[in-house]
């Protein structure tokens, strides 16, 4: 490697290794729960809405619609954070109201759903939530598969010409991939907008698109891009050393937004993305230069082929050692969630992964060394295996653009916990004298419940009231008592559907008519979250 390369490559790795890790730790957003609950009936219109997520959230988009079907733009009125707030201007009638919500997460990708309430009395219907059509997700793909070969065969050509000058042809490619990566780096933030705001392609020609697209992660990463490709544009015709700032700045982008590096542990996953997208780059990089060098037979071919094949190792244990780290940590441990859409799009890769270094492998111990002592057919051979790599390598970059699409399974587990944990029943036990009763709510918190009450006596065997009636009340909330009549169900006394509308403390009252001349009243306390 020529000296100057070697001067600043270290520190720059350096470098780009502690920018990757000093970002915010990013997640794949979850909603935990909303205030009021899910289907709740309220007695007094709310003052304000809130949903409580799993970690930061942006409002994109809120709206609330009407029991008349008349909606309200409340999007400037929501305040982002774990818990979203949105401040309603004015009290929601009586009847049934729909907040339709959308939010970016930290890792750039749009979370979409509904908030369904009622005021006094159930009216209407769920408003459906609006979804991108499958136009914009294809556009998105696709512009996001040709930005990754952009970098790989314009930026990562720029770097290979820290080691051997650049043929005319590769040079003049490199200028191309770079120009394109720097008009369409941006026209993929606009899709990203588009995208997280449910609209069709044709939005990128408005603003909101691309207000939206700015102001989630994936904006910050476009603008590092487009400051990459044009540092390895202008290394391309006069200052070569500009080549290594454009290649760590575009590992650092690649580390800043998306999946793989929004997952715990930030100190080890960051990094490890930004090492696996620089070993990418400078392996992918090297393969039109030398495909366009072998069919020269100077000295200047066989040293670039010479330099490349000694360092190429290098890069290959950097993608195979980050590329092992980043899977273990988005799979997760075994379970059905790997046979989800991104744990196939994994296994497609490596399959490629592993064709191509195959490829790679037989190259170094079969064809490099006579190529370089100038036999004329392994020569031949070699640029059909380098053809190979290349579409290898298209392939590669084409599946990793799909999984903007699919969360790992990592994030599906991490919901089913939060799921599993939501619906957690609650219990509270009661007695007296004569009559003692296990509640069970089912799931232990606000909206709408099951409550199983299983009755005894004092020496745990099963009575038979003729009745049983609940009462809750929350005075701390305001609200008054509820009185339900059970049915018995098997051994049990049920009510189905009660609506639980705000968590907190709740007391329960029991009325149990054991007898046409006995009345057992107890009561207890529940905490429901």
Not at 89 to 104: D, E, M, Q
Not at 329 to 351: E, F, N, R, T
Not at 499 to 523: E, K, M, Q, S, Y
Request: glycine share 8%; hydrophobic share 55%.
């Amino acid at each position: 490697m020529p000296a100057i390369t070697a001067r600043f490559v270290v520190p720059l790795m350096i470098l780009l290794l502690m920018l990757a890790q000093d970002m915010p730790a990013l997640a794949h957003a979850q909603l935990l729960s909303t205030e009021p609950a899910a289907n709740a009936v309220l007695g007094t219109a709310p003052e304000t809405l809130a949903l409580i997520f799993n970690e930061p959230v942006t409002p994109l988009a809120m709206t609330l619609i009407g029991p008349d079907g008349a909606s309200t733009d409340l999007t400037a009125a929501a305040a982002g954070g774990e818990i979203l707030s949105v401040h309603l201007p004015s009290a929601p009638g009586r009847g049934t109201h729909v907040l339709s919500w959308r939010v970016v997460s930290v890792d750039a990708h749009p979370v979409a759903g509904s908030l369904v309430f009622s005021v006094g009395a159930i009216t209407g219907a769920a408003a459906d939530i609006p979804e991108a059509p499958p136009a914009t997700a294809v556009l998105l793909w696709a512009g996001k598969a040709i930005l990754f070969a952009a970098l790989a065969l314009g930026l990562g050509a720029s770097v290979f010409q820290l080691l051997a000058p650049l043929p005319p042809a590769a040079r003049r490619f490199a200028r191309a991939a770079s120009l394109f990566g720097i008009v369409g780096a941006p026209v993929s933030l606009g899709l990203h907008g588009a995208d997280a705001l449910g609209l069709g392609p044709q939005a990128i020609l408005a603003a909101p698109a691309w207000s939206t697209g700015f102001a989630t992660t994936y904006g910050p990463t476009v603008l590092m891009l487009v400051v990459a490709f044009a540092l390895g544009l202008a290394s391309l015709y006069r200052f070569r050393p500009l080549a290594l700032a454009g290649w760590a700045l575009a590992a650092v982008a690649l580390a800043v937004s998306g999946h793989a590096g929004a997952a715990d542990p930030q100190w080890l996953t960051r990094p490890a993305v930004a090492l696996h997208i620089a070993g990418f780059l400078f392996w992918a990089g090297a393969l039109l230069p030398l495909l366009a060098a072998l069919r020269q037979t100077t000295p200047e071919a066989g040293r670039a082929l010479a330099r490349f094949s000694r360092l190429a190792p290098y890069a290959v244990a950097a993608i195979l050692l980050s590329g092992l780290v980043l899977a273990s940590v988005q799979m997760g441990a075994p379970g059905p969630a790997w046979l989800a859409p991104y744990g196939l799009i994994l296994a497609a890769k490596l399959s490629l992964v592993a064709v191509l270094l195959a490829i790679a492998l037989f190259n170094r111990l079969r064809l490099t060394t006579p190529t370089l002592a100038g036999d004329t057919a392994a020569r031949r051979h070699l640029r059909r295996a380098i053809v190979c790599e290349i579409v290898l390598v298209l392939a590669i970059v084409a599946l990793a653009a799909g999984w903007r699409f699919t969360p790992p399974p990592r994030a599906i587990a991490a919901a089913e916990a939060a799921q599993a944990a939501l619906a957690v029943p609650g219990y509270a036990h009661a007695m007296n004298d004569a009559v003692m009763a296990d509640i069970v709510v089912t799931p232990g918190r606000a909206g709408p419940v099951t409550i199983d009450i299983a009755l005894t006596d004092i020496a745990g065997a099963p009575v038979t009231p003729l009745s049983v009636d609940l009462t809750l009340s929350a005075p701390a909330l305001g609200i008054e008592p509820i009185r339900q009549a059970a049915t018995p169900d098997d051994g049990l006394w049920r009510i189905e559907g009660q609506a639980i509308p705000l968590a907190g403390l709740w007391d329960l009252v029991l009325d149990i008519r054991l007898d046409r001349f006995t009345l057992a009243r107890i009561g207890t306390e529940l905490d429901l979250n």
